[in-house]
Antibody, heavy 117, light 107 residues
Framework: QVQLQESGPGLVKPSETLSLTCTVS????????WSWIRQPPGEGLEWIGY???????NYNPSLKSRVTISVDTSKNQFSLRLSSVTTADTAVYYC???????????WGQGTLVTVSS | DIQLTQSPSFLSASVGDRVTITCRAS??????LAWYQQNPGKAPKLLLY???TLQSGVPSRFSGSGSGAEFTLTISSLQPEDFATYSC?????????FGGGTKVEIK
């Protein structure tokens, strides 16, 4: 069974860069689309973007200028970097994968990142 | 971007009630819609995909219908474990978007 686990700092200062890693276990990172999705406290979900195992990416235009998603197939990990963060970037960040139906059935448990000085 | 509007945003219901949640898209999305259930502090759980296909392991009291721009999620007989927040998601075009959520609480 594929499992995803987010890791990274829980507190980031304004104007700095948020960095998170998602470690995939129970299956290979190859040949799938790997996504980041976030949820501000008390709000709805927001799709950040995806990376395919080959390295091709697609970002939400609302975040595109600040987002980088990368993959390390040797470690079965993919990562998120979000630059110039503000308090509006405070959220639970999830990594997720679409299954063979094309829908998001695999999710990490989520990690809360707070942007505060 | 395709906007998804859920209604109601909050509903209060009793165990055994039939509950219907609506998701309206700002433009047609075919049947590229998913429904998720989310409990506090937990990741979303996929309930239905392709608007009406039940994800493996999801109880049959959950059902979905619709195509184009209007969709519904129905819980035929609400159970105690169903009190949660439900969200729709469109996968017709990028950026993928979600509805604002419907919180189902115990009356």
């Amino acid at each position: 069974q594929v499992q995803l686990q987010e890791s990274g700092p829980g507190l980031v200062k304004p104007s700095e860069t948020l960095s998170l890693t998602c470690t995939v276990s129970g299956g290979s990172i190859n040949s799938y689309y790997w996504s980041w999705i976030r949820q501000p406290p008390g709000e709805g979900l927001e799709w950040i973007g995806y990376i395919y195992s080959s390295g091709s990416v697609n970002y939400n235009p609302s975040l595109k200028s600040r987002v980088t998603i990368s993959v390390d197939t040797s470690k079965n990990q993919f990562s998120l970097r979000l630059s110039s963060v503000t308090t509006a970037d405070t959220a639970v960040y999830y990594c997720a994968r679409r299954d063979d139906t094309g829908y998001y059935s695999y999710w990490g448990q989520g990690t809360l990142v707070t942007v505060s000085s | 971007d395709i906007q998804l509007t859920q209604s109601p945003s909050f509903l209060s219901a009793s165990v055994g009630d039939r509950v219907t949640i609506t998701c309206r898209a700002s433009q047609g999305i075919g049947s590229y819609l998913a429904w998720y259930q989310q409990n506090p502090g937990k990741a979303p759980k996929l309930l239905l995909y392709a608007a009406s296909t039940l994800q493996s392991g999801v109880p049959s009291r959950f059902s979905g219908s619709g195509s184009g721009a209007e969709f519904t999620l129905t819980i035929s007989s609400l159970q105690p474990e169903d009190f949660a927040t439900y969200s729709c998601q469109q996968l017709s075009s990028y950026p993928l978007t979600f509805g604002g959520g419907t919180k189902v609480e115990i009356k």
